[in-house]
């Protein structure tokens, strides 16, 4: 794992900003909270896979991205839907596999799109997204208006030979771009390291600017995914971001049941992500305080509404209609000429 | 004889055939922590240099197997679910499935390709779709879909010791039923169907995961004295179409169950061989009782109406039962 860089410049974000990019975590990791306990308590038809420990990637990637943009998201998607601005009640509908879910039901937790919003789905394919995202750059270049793509992949998709190939066709064609590594070490029950060769940040520098980025510090990546974007809208082709952090919960909620007893990683090694000073969300809430930007009373206010909001969500998901299985086959085809 | 669930008796195979032949390697992604149950406990047992986790590569996988194989190993690649095919298929369609015609027969490929497949866990569309059937028209490619643990351990061994590509598909899901499972060498021959229910009226070939639905409603339609025979083809290359024919020259009639797309699924294959070589025989027509054409959604009720079940399988059953030929 390449080690990030900690001079990159930070720029200052005004108050209301720095208040929004918190809100936005909050929002993810409360939410997930939910699902862990939804889960748990069978209220969901399928698996879950969270986004709990990596919430600063999508936040401050996102937060440089308008509606106009595109997003590729993977299997852990929730995290990247939410902060791209995907609604909260839709996505919760969703996993609870309801017709008022934003895919109808059909898709669930591992596809959640929006497609009005730039979020071209979650993606249950490791590394789909890697030509998606620059055949959607191809066609934002085309059309000249300054969109981007962003590909949000793991450490563990970079290993598909797409990435090389995606990398390639985004540079040679000078297209928009922007390749965002969630380096968070594992790949399943798989210390990736162990299946890697080389280090993953210079493969894409044989193509294309490079940052390595604190993923657990919402600034960091902001600035560093904003720099991209820039050069990205101005013309100047692709870029690699890729941020360092970790995935607090198991690969899916109640992977135990698959693990048989094993472990490929310490009870130690998951607190240590989880201390005050690296937490993205508390992290943020201590800068918050540090700058004057809220006080305690003012961060528990802002906890209590994104919790009443997680809690309304839930009553959306559970009061929608059953999914309509006579959609499936009229969704298979599109309108014929 | 021993009470095991599928996966067990997978992991028992692999585990008697690694201690039979040194020269067989089992990899893939998450095959040391076994995230399907089936390599369990395999790496501690014969080392890294025979099981190993591989990178997420599906194409490349593919094609080191067709290569591994070549020098001389024999290959259990683990793919997860056979959705995974898709990202690995180079060198499934025009590698495994064509090299040992295009080298006149010099190249041996004795691969096993294990992944899980089917519906029915609201894993959504591209963690459950029957694939079985793009393999089944690649040509130098064998399927087996084992049912019971102990025919899971007995194809597992006779895959294993082949020199075709097979693809070796398992119920994904909870490791699969608990069956006996015969003690110590079991093998069980391809290309060999099994009757699994007799009867006199109907001829039901229910492949893969449909066989317990299909049983159930046998059962069912005992009730109303309708006698379906259900044959379980257990591999569908080779297929045994002598069983298949051999019923239906009996009951008259046919019904196929499968997990797969209506649209080029096996059960279309199935009635189409009994139409060329088995309709004199016939009192009805063939039904087939498939998924319809659509990618399985996610929400389980919308998943459960689409993948057959007891009810529609029954109903199919009497719509033949009562239909007759002049
Ligand atoms: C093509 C493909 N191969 C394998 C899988 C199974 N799988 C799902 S997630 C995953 C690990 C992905 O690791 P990484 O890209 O690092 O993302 P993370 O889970 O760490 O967020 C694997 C192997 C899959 N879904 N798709």
């Given at each position: 794992m390449a080690t990030p860089r900690t001079d990159v410049r930070e720029p200052a974000v005004d108050d209301a900003t720095a208040r929004t990019l918190h809100e936005r975590m909050l929002l993810i990791r409360r939410a997930e909270e939910r699902l862990i306990v939804a889960c748990a308590d069978g209220s969901l038809p399928g698996g879950v896979h969270l986004y709990i420990g990596e919430e600063a990637v999508a936040v401050g990637a996102c937060s440089v991205l308008t509606d106009r943009d595109y997003i590729t998201s993977t299997h852990r998607g929730h995290g990247h839907f939410l902060a791209k601005g995907g609604d909260l009640d839709a996505m919760f509908a969703e996993i609870w596999g309801k017709a008022t879910g934003i895919c109808k039901g059909m898709g669930g937790s591992m596809h959640v799109a929006d497609v009005s919003k730039g979020i071209l789905g979650a993606n249950g394919?490791?590394?789909?997204g890697f030509a998606i995202a620059t055949g959607a750059a191809w066609g934002a270049r085309l059309e000249g208006e300054g969109r981007v793509a962003t590909c949000f992949f793991g450490d563990g998709a970079a290993n598909q030979g797409s990435f090389m190939e995606s990398m390639n066709v985004s540079a040679a064609w000078e297209l928009p771009t922007v390749f965002l590594c969630e380096n968070n070490g594992v790949s399943e029950f798989t210390v990736t390291s162990t299946v890697t060769g080389g280090v993953l940040a210079d493969r894409a520098r044989a193509f294309m600017p490079v940052e390595v980025v604190d993923g657990n510090d919402v600034l960091a990546v902001r600035a560093a995914v904003g720099a991209a974007v820039e050069r990205a809208r101005a013309g100047g082709g692709p870029s690699y971001v890729e941020a360092t952090t970790y995935r607090i919960r198991g690969h899916l909620e109640a992977e135990q049941h698959m693990l048989g007893g094993g472990t490929y990683r310490s009870a130690d090694e998951i607190a240590a992500w989880q201390a005050d000073d690296r937490d993205p969300v508390l992290r943020s809430a201590r800068r918050l305080l540090d700058a004057g930007i809220c006080d305690a009373a003012e961060l528990e206010r802002i906890d209590a509404d994104v919790r009443a909001r997680v809690e309304a969500a839930v009553a959306f998901a559970e009061a929608g209609p059953a999914a309509d299985p006579e959609l499936a086959p009229q969704l298979m085809f599109g309108p014929t000429a | 004889m021993a009470r095991k669930r599928l996966i067990t008796a997978i992991n028992e195979a692999l585990v008697e055939e690694l201690e039979r032949d040194p020269k067989l390697i089992v990899f893939g992604e998450d095959v040391e922590l076994a995230i399907m149950g089936d390599t369990r406990g395999l790496v501690e047992r014969f080392g890294r240099d025979r099981i190993r986790n591989s990178p997420i590569c599906e194409q490349t996988l593919t094609g080191m197997a067709v290569g591994l194989a070549s020098a001389g190993y024999r290959v259990v690649l683990h793919l997860m679910f056979n959705n995974f095919i898709y990202t690995g298929m180079d060198a499934i369609g025009n590698q495994m499935a064509k090299l040992r015609l295009m080298t006149g027969g010099q190249m041996e490929l004795p691969i096993t390709v294990v992944a899980g497949y089917g519906g029915g866990n609201s894993n959504a569309a591209q963690h459950s779709d029957t694939a079985y059937s793009v393999l089944m028209n690649l040509g130098g490619i064998q399927v087996a879909v084992p049912t019971n643990s102990a025919d899971a351990k007995g194809l597992f061994k006779t895959a294993v010791r082949g020199a075709t590509p097979t693809f070796f598909l398992e119920a994904a899901g909870r490791g699969g039923e608990m069956g006996e499972v015969p003690d110590g060498e079991h093998l069980v021959p391809f290309g060999r169907a099994t009757v699994a229910r007799e009867g006199t009226d109907v001829t039901v070939v229910a492949i893969g995961r449909m066989l317990k639905p299909t049983l159930r409603a046998a059962k069912a339609l005992a009730d109303d004295s309708i006698s379906a025979e259900v044959i379980d083809p257990r591999t569908l290359v080779p297929f045994d179409e002598e069983t298949v024919l051999a019923s239906v020259a009996r009951t008259g009639r046919l019904v196929v169950v499968d997990e797969a797309r209506d649209r080029c699924s096996a059960a279309s294959q199935i009635a189409a061989v009994v139409a060329d070589r088995g309709f004199d025989s016939l009192r009805a027509p063939v039904r087939r009782v498939t998924v319809p054409d659509v990618a399985l959604p996610y929400a389980s009720n919308a998943e459960a109406a689409l993948i057959p079940g007891p009810e529609r399988i029954a109903e199919a059953v009497r719509s033949v039962t009562e239909k007759q030929f002049a």
């Open positions: 394919i490791v590394g789909a | -």
